[in-house]
């Protein structure tokens, strides 16, 4: 599992520009992001290679922030692997919270950021159906 | 401590006191003061109409308005050269409200404010700070001088640069801070920002607050912030009258004893004016009934509250006031419903997930009045999901729709994101006006 920082953000303008901010000046690199069109405040999801400086960092700055699991699966780059492993999930009668997925990677792998109602059990099923599912070191590399 | 043998005088031994202050000083303001002689003829009462002190109500009421259409100095029955202190109250709308003190007014006034820092638990050995504004507001200078009488140590800090008044409870040793309540809080955020826990790295163990009002709710956050066994009293007044020292709270915090043998309580309906029996609830009136230069009578000071007659644990025998639960003219109208800011704070400063700071922006969309209020995501765990916040924000919607009986808007921001008050926080803005 990996570990992803949730943000609390106002609708403003510069709002994920001021997080931004404070990851740039400490030199943080910035893994994944997500957020959605909300109409009054959003959380900011992102996957860092620093999580627990990040988090302090964030917080010093005036942020609430809250770290925690979720799962990072790596899929091959074709048509339907998504579904297959979405499906996966369904059948083990398991609810997906979101998806997202990492911006970059240097391995050429894309990798999905899932988070369910049952994260254990989700990676679980996921290994024993063979998908590789890293940890938070894996996907910094 | 009880401070004054006048905080314990029998039923009777205090109205004897209060009707013989009242004739002096209904006289006073009559041959001085011509706007009191005309109020008294119009209403046709005289000063020997006043034989006992259940004749008060036939007395006219005092209003702002009087003093402001008597501005600068009209109310006072003495000429300026007998005054040693002019203060005045911040006017929003129009001129300040004007008030001064002979050199007898400010012993008194020394007395009172004494009385009520004994009755919130302050001693010789107390090192005082005195985070109140200073300068024409009366809440710094008075209680500077009350402290300085019963042997504290004063510190005229003053508000703002709350690092500073931070580093003086360090370096100085604080014992007792002198603040409004949104102040204090705001005081011990700043500490923990700074890395210290002000319950254990300050020495701070009474807070003396006034200028406004604390509910008991934010009386539990001082608790939570500064340590459990710190000890939060407030205390009430209002320039006009005196300044701070028309009561306070004492250590059974009960409500606020009143400074019986100077000032002279009623509850009144603020609609009729008619004055209610002990007990219920209405607006305070206040008769000043040792000043010397402005003694205001029967004078409405707006706030709402209730009077308790019962002996107090504490020894004093002197009326209690309920802490306030709102002023008549804080009070907003929404949609025919009234709703006292207070109300709000009070359910607000129940839900733990939220900071203990909010804003409430009312305005009128399409002729209907809407409310907005705006609290501080304290507990950052529910950012786990949309689900989480969403009940947070229902909890707070419905909760506050069953004091009020009225729906808000609530909007969640992010924390220290709301404006931080160092003197009365100013939490409402009415856009309709």
Redesign the interface.
């Known amino acids: 599992m990996i570990k992803q920082l949730s943000i609390f953000i106002q609708n403003e303008v510069g709002s994920v520009a001021s997080i931004t901010a404070v990851l740039k000046k400490h030199n943080i690199n910035l893994r994944a992001i997500a957020t959605f069109d909300t109409p009054q405040f959003a959380i900011l999801r992102m996957i860092v290679d620093q999580p627990e400086k990040a988090k302090t960092l964030l917080i010093e700055s005036g942020f609430a922030v809250t770290m925690s699991d979720a799962i990072a699966v790596e899929l091959e780059d074709k048509p339907g692997v998504l579904h297959d492993v979405l499906q996966l999930i369904a059948d083990a009668g398991i609810g997906i919270n979101y998806i997202y997925s990492i911006v970059f990677r240097q391995k050429n792998v894309p990798l999905i950021i899932i988070n369910t109602d049952n994260l254990d059990k989700t990676k679980q099923i996921l290994i024993e159906k063979g998908y590789s599912v890293p940890d938070q070191e894996d996907v910094y590399l | 401590m009880i401070w004054a043998k006048e905080e314990t005088l029998s039923r009777q031994e205090l109205q004897e006191l209060q009707l013989t202050r009242l004739k002096t000083t209904l006289k006073r303001v009559y041959e001085k003061v011509p706007a009191y002689r005309k109020k008294m003829d119009e209403a046709g009462v005289t000063c020997d109409d006043i034989k006992s002190l259940d004749d008060l109500p036939k007395l006219p009421f005092t209003v702002k308005r009087d003093m402001r259409d008597n501005y600068p100095f009209g109310m006072f029955t003495v000429p300026k050269k007998d005054l040693v202190r002019i203060h005045a109250s911040s006017g929003t709308t129009g001129k300040p409200t004007v008030v001064g003190y002979t050199r007898n007014d400010m012993a008194m006034w020394t007395e009172c404010v004494s009385r009520i820092a004994c009755m919130g638990g302050a001693t010789a050995e107390d090192v005082a700070q005195i985070s109140f504004g200073y300068g024409m507001f009366t809440g710094a200078l008075g209680l500077h001088y009350g402290l300085e009488n019963i042997g504290a140590s004063v510190i005229p800090v003053s508000s703002g640069n709350t690092q500073k008044q931070i580093m003086y409870m360090q370096d100085f040793g604080t014992t007792l801070l002198v603040a409004t309540p949104s102040y204090a809080l705001h005081i011990a955020e700043v500490a923990r920002d700074m890395g210290l826990d002000p319950a254990k790295d300050l020495n701070v163990k009474k807070g003396l607050f006034g200028g406004e009002g604390m509910t008991e709710p934010m009386r539990n956050e001082m608790h939570r912030l500064w340590g459990k066994d710190f000890i939060a009293t407030q205390n009430y007044g209002m320039s006009e009258l005196i300044g701070p020292g028309v009561s306070g709270e004492c250590l059974e915090l009960c409500g606020m004893h009143i400074n019986e043998d100077h000032f002279i309580p009623e509850i009144i309906n603020p609609e009729t004016g008619e004055v209610l029996p002990p007990g219920e609830k209405g607006e305070l009136v206040i008769t000043c009934i040792t000043k010397e230069a402005l003694p205001l009578i029967r004078y409405r000071t707006g706030d709402i509250s209730r009077l308790f007659y019962e002996p107090c644990k504490c020894g004093r025998t002197t009326v209690r006031m309920e802490n306030l639960s709102g002023r008549s003219d804080d009070m907003l109208i929404i949609r025919g419903v009234n709703v006292f800011p207070s109300q709000i704070e009070e359910v607000l400063l129940k839900i733990e997930e939220i900071g203990p700071h909010y804003e409430i922006v009312v305005d009128r969309v399409n002729y209907l009045d809407t409310m907005e209020i705006r609290v501080e995501?304290?507990d950052?765990?529910?950012?786990?999901?949309?689900a989480m916040?969403g009940e947070l924000e229902k909890r707070i919607k419905s909760n506050l729709r069953t004091v009020l009986g009225l729906d808000a808007v609530i909007?969640?921001?992010?924390?220290?994101?709301l404006r931080r008050f160092e003197g009365k926080a100013r939490r409402v803005t009415d856009l309709r006006k």
């Open positions: 995501l304290a950052e765990t529910l950012l786990d999901s949309y916040l909007k969640l921001v992010a924390p220290r994101s």
